[in-house]
């Protein structure tokens, strides 16, 4: 028994990749090792997926674009349901190009948005330090000319 789960782990993946799981004949130590704005140029973002969508399906569908590394479905964390949405990297940058002549194409019976993926820039990058001092945060402030005798002074 023990000899058959080696073997079965040795095979190549099956076509049952778990949802959110990398397909693809890509070595992961390679690909850790990626600067992942590199990853993002030849990445696309696909929304308005159907939330019963495989990698599998994903991947036919994007197949005449260019060779495919990796297809991931975005699940919620707490429920484990798809979030409507995937990413798929492709081996060039240049098959992202091919793959936007499919934004609005039917998926599923639904029109998919494909758009370049974006790369992610905290906010707390872009602010520096702290959140900074002083600005209007919302609220009355008065206003108008009308009577106020406990005002205080010099106003």
Known sequence: EAENNN???DEPASSATPRGAPTGDVNEDENMEEDPALVDARSIYVGNVDYAA???????????????????ILCDKFTGH???????????P??????????????RGRLIKVTEKRTNIPS?????????????????RGGGNHYAPYRGRGR
């Open 54 to 72: 495989t990698p599998e399906e994903i991947q036919a569908h994007f197949q005449s674009c260019g060779s495919i590394n990796r297809v991931t």
């Open 124 to 140: 707390f990058m872009l602010r520096g330090r702290g959140r900074g001092r002083g600005g209007y945060r919302g609220g009355y």
């Open 82 to 92: 798809p979030k409507g949405f995937a990413y798929v990297e492709f081996s060039d």
């Open 94 to 107: 240049l098959f992202v190009q091919h793959a936007m002549v499919l934004n609005e194409s039917l998926f």
């Open 7 to 9: 073997a079965a782990r």
